[in-house]
């Protein structure tokens, strides 16, 4: 029996077709020592209830990564639609990017951002290496909705909101 070789997906089409699916905006935050770090995330979803788990994806190119990582734990703010400012600060390098937004530590001492729709504040359980990814699993600790507005969106490389 042979064995076909897989086909080869241009990188830009597969961005393109993937751009195509709607996604929630997190911002993944931690503390390095005793700076607060976070990194903006849209690869987030639960895993399971029982224990209740969920993941979420990091580059390994991240500079971010390794602070979170390091830490153990994380918090996961889902941004709400008024928060794109938030999202592409966390984008930003060489800046202080708590200086300029309010939040207060969670229980792992992850910060938890102001006007977040819900938070989710975890200690990390596992990671699984995923080509140029690593697959985050963390256990959840304490949740909770801070306020019922819509959720920040992500599609085809724009920032939107959810209309029902």
Not at 63 to 72: C, H, L, V, Y
Not at 89 to 117: C, E, N, Y
Not at 128 to 139: E, F, L, M, N, T
Request: with cysteine; proline share 5%; hydrophobic share 45%.
């Amino acid at each position: 029996m042979s064995i076909e070789p897989l086909p080869t997906i241009d990188s830009a089409a597969f961005r393109t077709v993937m751009g195509h699916f709607a996604s929630g905006v997190t911002v993944i935050t931690a503390v390095d020592g005793d700076e607060p770090v976070g990194m903006a995330a849209n690869s987030f979803t639960s895993v399971s209830l029982d224990p209740p788990l969920v993941l979420f994806c990091a580059a390994y190119s991240s500079s971010t990564w390794p602070r979170i990582q390091k830490a153990g734990a994380f918090c996961v703010n889902i941004l709400a639609d008024d928060q794109e400012h938030v999202c592409r600060l966390m984008a930003q390098k060489g800046i202080d990017r708590f200086a300029q937004i309010g939040w207060h530590a969670g229980p792992t001492g992850s910060p938890v951002l102001d006007g977040a729709l819900a938070h989710i504040d975890c200690t990390t359980v596992a990671e699984h290496d995923a080509g140029d990814h690593v697959i985050v699993v963390g256990r959840v600790l304490e949740l909770a909705v801070h306020h019922e507005g819509g959720p920040l969106c992500f599609y085809r490389g724009g920032y939107g909101s959810f209309a029902s």
